[in-house]
């Protein structure tokens, strides 16, 4: 069975810009959550998707969003970046409740120049 | 919110050595959950577990769900060079939003 997939793998973008990522879950597997990773904050917890609806979210901006689609592959969007939003995202999927066993991604390394 | 301590930061050892670390925090937590990653990939599943005192092994790893649920302990026997990497727990509160709460890692070096 295939891992979860996450693209793109890397990513040089200008502050002020926007980004989108994308991640394709396991097979059969339909919550998808989303971390920020830094060296500093280590993993952040962005949000969590459940069958196309948002079920939970971290204590981040309103610049980061994401959606779930019907096959549950999920992507998230940064607007207006900064260069504190340079990290590493990752995202994760599991079958059902965010909290059971959860797989990750390789990640999308984001660079804010 | 829920916090995760995890000790130690660091390791420097010696191939063949035993590793132990542990994360605690203030509030009980229904589930523990230990990751590995290496540089450049996302943190990997090592284990998983579920109820108070429970002692699962995989392969050479070793972690206990501990018995006030406030704590969980990893432990790697015989460290051999591929063990290189940052470990993280991860636990779910019972308290709280539904959603893991992660450490901050314990970066493992192996001198050979």
């Known amino acids: 069975k295939a891992g979860v997939t996450q693209t793109p793998r890397y990513l040089i973008k200008t502050r002020g810009q926007q980004v989108t990522l994308s991640c394709s879950p396991i097979?059969?597997?339909?919550?998808v959550s989303w971390y920020q990773q830094t060296p500093g904050q280590g993993l952040q917890f962005l949000f969590e998707?459940?069958?196309?609806?948002?079920?939970n979210k971290g204590n981040f901006p309103g610049r980061f969003s994401g959606r779930q689609f019907s096959n549950s592959r999920s992507e998230m969007n940064v607007s207006t970046l900064e260069l504190g939003d340079s990290a590493l995202y990752l995202c994760?999927?599991?079958?059902?409740?965010?909290?059971?066993?959860?797989?990750f991604g390789p990640g999308t390394r984001l660079t804010v120049t | 919110g829920q916090q995760l301590n995890q000790s130690p930061q660091s390791m420097f050892i010696q191939e063949g050595e035993d590793v132990s670390m542990n994360c605690t925090s203030s509030?009980?937590?229904?589930?523990w959950l230990w990751y590995k990653q290496e540089p450049g990939e996302g943190p990997v599943l090592l284990i998983a577990?579920?109820?108070?005192?429970e002692l699962t092994s995989n392969g050479r790893l070793t972690a206990q769900f501990g018995i006030t649920r406030k704590d969980s302990f990893l432990n790697i026997s015989a460290s051999i060079p591929s063990d290189v990497g940052i470990y993280f727990c991860?636990?779910?509160?019972?308290?709280?939003?539904?959603?893991?709460?992660f450490g901050q890692g314990t970066r493992l070096t192996i001198n050979p």
């Open positions: 097979s059969g597997h339909r919550s």
């Open positions: 509030s009980i937590f229904n589930t």
């Open positions: 998707y459940f069958s196309e609806t948002q079920r």
């Open positions: 577990l579920y109820k108070a005192g």
């Open positions: 991860a636990g779910q509160p019972s308290q709280g939003a539904q959603k893991l709460v």
């Open positions: 994760a999927s599991s079958l059902a409740a965010s909290w059971n066993e959860q797989y």
